[in-house]
């Protein structure tokens, strides 16, 4: 996969490591500056730091690349996350609560090290190499076990002043008020209760079998997809009319399920708001979390530039 960036010679090349941690896999990719992806790996996940660092190392063997020609090393975790501090705040699915990511993983490797919530990772990787390139202003919206968002507004990730902008999760419609549906850390929120694949699950079937269903005319699944559409739309169509994004992605591991309903989604979308919005899946799949993380390491160790309308010379390499 060729980019329009200028190749810095074989002894000048460097990497970026790229790890998204998930609640059930873990994916490393490891990726030059042109957004060449010369290595992945999918892994059961851990949450000990002995484990993931073992699995880097053998990666980095198995890719033939020294250490030292890797710039720096990116992490995607789920849930929130100081980049900043380089800090995991909590992230119940690994019991890490209050984690000095960036000093516990530097004890492993000396490089550069940094740490992100993995939806704003999927945001990076979408701007970097997926279906947001050039743009300074989208949503990305992550339908998995759970369900999170990021927000790149004005060419910028969002974070928040507790790095909890884009917790869709916690999204309350008006029949959670009436029910006197409430929201809390630790438990799903409303909105994730409607549209994340453990809601889906609680009818008996796996969320992609349902959507099969509902593509063969099943009048139970017909019933049940049209309720997800329905409601998703409604916090799609309030995310456009609060933030006002060139572009919506969809992604995730229910996301893969969604191109039989997608148009459908875009309809209900711009009946519910005027301002108009391109709804689209994710073009890069399960790995969007991972190649971000790989732009979040080149891009804070100034070996990338951020790509975006307003940079012409964006992801042009700049080395040292």
Not at 184 to 189: E, N, S, T, V, W
Request: one cysteine or more; glycine letters at 10%.
């Amino acid at each position: 996969m060729k980019r329009n960036v200028t190749q810095p010679s074989q002894a000048e090349q460097l990497y970026s490591v790229g790890v998204d941690i998930g609640g059930t896999k873990i994916m490393i990719l490891i990726a030059n500056q042109a957004g060449d992806i010369l290595y992945r790996k999918k892994v059961n996940t851990s949450g000990e730091f002995d484990v993931i660092s073992g699995h880097i190392t053998e990666c980095l063997r198995a890719a033939a690349i020294p250490l030292d020609q890797v710039a720096a090393m990116g992490f995607g975790v789920p849930g929130i996350a100081n980049s900043e501090e380089g800090t995991v705040i909590e992230a119940p699915a690994l019991q890490w609560n209050h984690v000095p990511f960036r000093e516990r993983m530097q004890r492993y490797f000396d490089k550069p090290i940094f740490v992100d919530n993995d939806v704003n990772c999927a945001a990076l990787g979408e701007r970097w190499l997926g279906s947001a390139q050039n743009l300074n202003d989208f949503v990305v919206v992550a339908i998995g076990t759970g369900v999170g968002s990021a927000i790149i507004s004005n060419g910028s990730l969002v974070k928040g002043s507790n790095h909890m902008a884009g917790e869709v999760a916690y999204l309350v419609l008006e029949q959670d008020v009436l029910g006197n549906g409430a929201n809390a850390f630790g438990d799903f929120g409303q909105f994730e209760k409607k549209i994340s694949g453990v809601a889906l699950s609680q009818y008996g079937t796996l969320p992609h079998e349902l959507f099969e269903q509902y593509a063969r005319g099943d009048e139970k699944a017909i019933s049940i997809i049209q309720q997800f559409v329905s409601d998703l739309s409604i916090g799609i169509a309030n995310m456009v009319s609060l933030l006002n994004p060139q572009k919506v992605i969809l992604c995730g591991g229910v996301s893969q399920s969604l191109s039989s309903v997608l148009e459908l989604i875009r309809e209900t979308v711009s009946n519910l708001t005027p301002i108009p919005t391109t709804i689209e899946l994710t073009s890069i799949g399960e790995e969007a979390g991972a190649i971000g993380a790989v732009a979040l390491a080149f891009e804070k160790a100034g070996v990338i530039k951020r790509r975006g309308i307003n940079n012409e010379n964006a992801y042009r390499t700049q080395l040292p």
